[in-house]
């Protein structure tokens, strides 16, 4: 895992409390689409942030212990989503196994944030007295072309 890099001061964060609930991967998804879809970000993008938000917050369910909170960090470069749970077990990669039913979310953020996601200790925003584990990953802001799509007024 990339190790967590300086939180740049420009960033906007936005921050959602999460249930431990059966809905709430996708009332996840469903966030992070809106948010992420108002920054006018390429679908493909937006669709590969979502997955990948899908399998972070499935983890912290799965494997986390409560509260969950939800995080987007949006800078002029890049946008980093960020699941906080109260385990402190930090997550690993499962040995890998084609049969296996569970196991595959890790690599698949690995893979589609090229390699830029981690874990770490972290506060929580949403309950600054709680120190809880941060499973995050980061995807630059590019547009088909290359050029960087910029911050739309308002978010």
């Known amino acids: 895992m990339t190790r967590l890099r300086s939180t740049r001061r420009s960033r906007q964060q936005y921050a959602w ?18 948010q992420l ?3 006018a970000l390429p679908p493909s993008l937006v669709d590969d942030a979502v997955l990948m938000v899908s399998e972070l917050v499935t ?13 987007l960090l949006v800078d002029p470069r890049e946008v980093m989503c960020v699941v906080v749970d109260g385990s402190p077990l930090l997550p690993a990669p499962a040995p890998h196994d ?25 506060r929580y925003v949403t309950r600054p007295d709680l120190v809880g584990k941060a499973t995050w990953f980061a995807i630059p802001r ?3 072309a290359g050029d960087v ?7």
Do not use: W
Not at 59 to 71: I, S, T
């Open 149 to 155: 799509v910029p911050i739309r007024a308002g978010l």
């Open 59 to 71: 983890n912290a369910l799965m494997y986390g212990d409560d509260p969950y909170e939800l995080l």
């Open 17 to 34: 409390p999460l249930r431990e609930d059966a809905r709430t991967a996708g009332h996840a998804r469903a966030l992070m689409r809106k």
């Open 37 to 39: 879809s108002e920054l």
């Open 98 to 122: 084609l049969a296996a039913e569970h196991g595959r979310g890790l690599r698949i953020v690995a893979r589609l944030s090229d390699g830029f996601y981690g874990c770490h200790p972290q």
């Open 142 to 144: 590019q547009g088909a």
